[in-house]
């Protein structure tokens, strides 16, 4: 049955009947949901800020989930959208069919990808750009007559999405067990190169199709690597031909400093994965990207149909708001922004660490950081009940958007802010934080 909207106050109460009764949201508490309603309605947005129902500003301190780059209320992506679907709102990409947004959108990538990643496949995000990575390598193999090289390994920690492959590959354990049965030959190995040898050896290199990892772990906490590891999975694959997938959903587009998050750590990854920061989260849209050398080999050995394709690969205005939000990022010369905003945040993180003795290790690269809570920073004990979700609602109260993670006994504040954030901006970000802070240790006292 349908109601009558209107803009009164009543309004969000009955917003919120209609959420609670007909709503299942992604990735939520279903009780906290029914005994509260839905935590923030948001109305609007305006760079790094969201706005609610009751008209209260937020810092979106998490980019809302990791995607909004270029921050909310730009009017270029809405006028680009409205132009493409008045001119042409969908067309087919299948059976060699194109378009000219997704033909200019897969040539802007190959332009601003590392050297040898020339070639797109698009998706509707993260986790079908996953799954299109993990069937595409082990179709790739097949092609090349090794139709046993079928594993797919990751790293413990990482998070690759929710569709059946990605979940499957994802190493948090909490997503995994949501259901029961997963996809067959997923494997993952502990973070460092000698985990990843004794993995090899044990199981074959010629079982092992791929190697998946974010450049930073985002969602288990913003794990950073050492610097020489992706060097030394790199060459631990070339030596045993197995391909390297570089899960840039996070990383990519200037969050990390760099255009994309290998670029830090001097690798070229055989496939990539896209999207969130791709279109800024102003429309669906994911993509893979292959090197050259395994787009030759397909175009060599194709024995038939590519039978892989989404309703929606290079959606029409979804290409067309990818192009236009990469023109502003490059424009606006966001990624160094980024660069130097994450120095300045990562600043703050430092001094809010000589401020609170509840903060163990603060770390960041670009716009991407972490707060560790730690109940002693000598030996790294944690507290029992973890702190950083009353960290994260005195955030909120106080008008600060951000996540806490605390799976697998992590107790963690995570960032990642609009690319486009100013210095005050950061301040009033680490002041508010501050005040977060202090308040949880007035309780703990
Ligand atoms: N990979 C990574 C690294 C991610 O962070 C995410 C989303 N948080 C995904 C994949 C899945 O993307 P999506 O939610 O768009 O399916």
């Avoid at 570089?246 to 255009?259: C, L, Q």
């Avoid at 979804?318 to 660069?339: H, M, Y």
């Avoid at 991407?368 to 609602?393: C, Q, S, Y």
Wanted: proline residues 4%; charged residues 25%; glycine residues 10%.
């Amino acid at each position: 049955m349908s109601q009558v909207l209107s803009t009164s106050t009543t309004d969000r109460e009955v917003l919120a009947e209609w959420d609670k009764k007909h709503f299942l949201h992604p990735t939520s508490s279903i009780k906290q949901q029914q005994e509260e309603g839905p935590a923030l309605i948001f109305t609007e947005g305006k760079g790094i800020y969201l706005k609610d129902t009751e008209g209260k500003e937020y810092i979106d301190g998490l980019s809302s989930l990791w995607n909004v780059n270029i921050g909310h209320g730009r009017e270029e992506l809405g006028k680009v959208s409205m132009e493409q679907m008045a001119k042409l709102g969908f067309s087919s990409t299948f059976a060699t069919f194109s378009h000219e947004p997704a033909i200019q959108l897969a040539a802007k990538i190959a332009e601003i990808t590392p050297e040898g990643l020339d070639t797109v496949f698009f998706t509707s995000g993260g986790s079908e750009s996953n799954d299109t990575a993990f069937k595409l390598v082990r179709h790739y193999w097949k092609l090349k007559g090794l139709p046993d090289k079928k594993k797919i390994v990751s790293r413990r920690k990482s998070y690759h999405g929710v569709a059946m492959g990605a979940t499957s590959a994802t190493g948090l354990k909490p997503f995994r067990d949501f259901t029961t049965s997963l996809a067959p030959d997923f494997y993952y190995v502990d973070s460092t190169p000698e985990a990843f040898k004794a993995f090899i050896e044990a199981e074959g290199a010629e079982t092992i199709a791929a190697f998946i990892s974010e450049p930073i772990q985002g969602t288990g906490g913003v794990h950073l690597p050492p610097q020489d590891y992706f060097k030394e999975i790199k060459a631990i694959c070339e030596e045993h031909n197995i391909l390297f997938i570089a899960d840039e959903v996070i990383t990519g587009f200037g969050r990390t400093g760099t255009f994309f998050g290998v670029e830090q750590f001097g690798i070229v990854p055989d496939l990539m994965s896209v999207a969130k920061g791709i279109t800024s989260g102003y429309a669906a849209l994911g993509g893979v990207i292959i090197s050259r050398e395994i787009h030759n080999d397909l175009i060599e050995l194709s024995d038939g149909l590519f039978m892989h394709g989404y309703t929606y690969s290079g959606h029409p205005t979804a290409c067309a708001v990818a192009l236009k939000n990469i023109e502003i990022i490059e424009e606006e010369d966001l990624v160094n922004n980024s660069k130097l905003m994450g120095e300045e945040m990562l600043q703050g993180f430092k001094w809010l660490q000589q401020e609170h003795e509840i903060i163990g290790e603060v770390r960041g690269l670009g716009l991407m950081g972490a707060i560790e809570i730690v109940k002693d920073r000598k030996t790294n004990e944690r507290f029992a009940d973890p702190l950083a979700p009353k960290i994260v609602a005195e955030s909120l109260k106080r008008g600060l958007i951000h996540r806490g993670v605390i799976y697998e006994g992590a107790d963690t504040l995570i960032f990642a802010p609009p690319l486009t954030i100013d210095k005050y901006e950061i301040n009033k970000m680490i002041n508010i934080l501050n005040e977060a802070i202090g308040a949880v240790k007035k309780e703990l006292a």
